[in-house]
C-alpha cells in the first residue's frame, strides 16, 4: 500500500549573515580587486604582471558572488531559506541579510491582514435563506507551513473563511430562536467566536493566525425579506400590545384598590365590571375616548 499521507513543514530558525559584515567584506574585495588591476596595468615598463591579474580577477569575482547573496527584510517580513528545494529555516531579522548565492530565498509577509469576505447565501438553522458576510483579521504565523503545508495559502484562507461562514451559518436560526437558543441577530459576538474557532481549525495546517472574526453583514434573502418583516411588525405590535394590557390591568386595580381603600364610592360586582371595562378601553385603545355621563342608573326596574 502507497504512503499518500502530506510531510507537514514546522518553521524554524534559518543560518544566515549579517549583510552589513558582508557588504564591507564585499567593498574590500571589490577594492582590491581594482587596485590589483591598477597595480598589473600601471607598470613602468608597459608590462603587466600574470599573478596580479589572476588575483584581480578571483578578487572581483568573488565580490561579485557575495553581492548575490544579499537581500533585504522589512519589519513583519521572513525570507524562507532553501537549498536545491530542500527547506534549511526562515529568517526573520530585519535589515540587510546575507547567505550564499545559491542558497534560494522566497519571501512571505507576515504582517496582519484584513479581510471582508463576499455576501454568502446560505441556509439557516430553520433553513430560511440568508445573505451573510463575515470580517476576519488574520496573519502568517508559521511560514514554513503557509508556503509548503499548502498550494497557495491566500486562496486557501479565502476558500476556508467562506466554508466555516456556511457551517457556522447553518448552526443558528436567524431570529426567533426556540427555547431560547442563540441567534445570528441577537448573539452576534458568540457566533463570532464560534467562527473564529472553526477558522483556526481550519488553517491550522498552513500556519495561519485567526486574530478576529465578526460578522458584517446579515439579511434575510430577498425572496423572503418582506415576509419575514411583516412577522417582525406583527411580533412587535403584539409584543406592544402585551405591555399595554399587563399596564392597563395594573392600572384598573390599582384604581379599585385606591376606591374602596378611601371609601369613595361603594361598588357591586356589576359596578366593578363595568367600571374595570371602562378603564380597559380607556387605556387600551388606539383612539381617544369620548366620555359619556350616565345620569340614570345600570339597574332596570
Known amino acids: ?67 548575490l547573496g544579499f537581500y533585504p527584510l522589512q519589519p513583519n517580513e521572513a525570507a524562507a531559506i ?19 548565492f ?8 507576515l504582517r496582519v491582514r484584513n479581510v471582508t469576505s463576499e455576501t ?13 458576510a ?14 509548503f503545508n499548502v498550494d497557495d495559502y491566500l486562496t486557501f ?12 451559518a447553518s448552526h443558528y436560526a436567524y431570529d426567533y430562536a426556540e427555547d431560547e437558543e442563540p441567534t445570528l441577530r441577537a448573539d452576534a459576538e458568540l457566533v463570532g467566536g464560534r467562527l473564529k474557532d472553526d477558522l483556526r481549525q481550519r488553517v491550522s495546517v498552513a500556519g495561519i493566525a485567526i486574530d478576529e472574526a465578526h460578522l458584517m453583514h446579515l439579511a434575510y434573502a430577498p425572496e423572503i425579506a418582506g415576509a419575514m ?16 394590557v399587563a399596564g392597563a390591568v395594573g392600572m384598573v386595580e390599582h384604581a379599585l384598590q385606591q376606591l374602596s381603600e378611601r371609601g369613595v364610592v361603594q361598588l357591586d360586582e356589576e359596578r366593578k365590571a363595568a367600571m374595570v371595562s371602562n378603564l380597559l378601553v380607556v387605556l387600551c385603545g388606539e383612539r381617544d375616548t369620548q366620555p359619556v355621563v350616565n345620569a340614570g342608573t345600570l339597574y332596570t326596574g
Not at 82 to 100: A, E, S
Not at 134 to 147: G, K, Y
Open 1 to 67: 500500500m502507497s504512503d499518500t499521507s502530506i510531510k507537514h513543514t514546522a518553521e524554524t530558525p534559518a543560518r544566515t549573515g549579517n549583510g552589513g559584515l558582508m557588504l564591507l567584506v564585499m567593498l574590500l574585495l571589490a577594492a582590491l580587486a581594482l587596485w590589483l588591476f591598477l597595480r598589473a596595468a600601471g607598470g613602468a615598463d608597459g608590462s603587466t604582471s600574470g599573478w596580479e591579474v589572476i588575483a584581480a580577477g578571483i578578487s572581483g569575482g568573488l565580490a561579485f558572488l557575495i553581492l
Open 82 to 100: 532553501l537549498l536545491f528545494g530542500q527547506y534549511k529555516g526562515t529568517d526573520r531579522i530585519n535589515g540587510l541579510r546575507w547567505v550564499p
Open 102 to 109: 545559491w542558497y534560494f530565498r522566497k519571501k512571505i509577509s
Open 120 to 132: 454568502l447565501k446560505v441556509n439557516d438553522k430553520r433553513g430560511n435563506p440568508i445573505e451573510i
Open 134 to 147: 463575515a470580517n476576519i483579521v488574520w496573519r502568517v504565523a508559521d511560514s514554513a507551513q503557509a508556503l
Open 157 to 168: 484562507v479565502n476558500i476556508q473563511i467562506e466554508t466555516a461562514l456556511r457551517e457556522t
Open 229 to 244: 418583516l411583516r412577522r417582525q411588525q406583527a411580533d412587535a405590535i403584539l409584543s406592544a400590545r402585551q405591555k399595554i
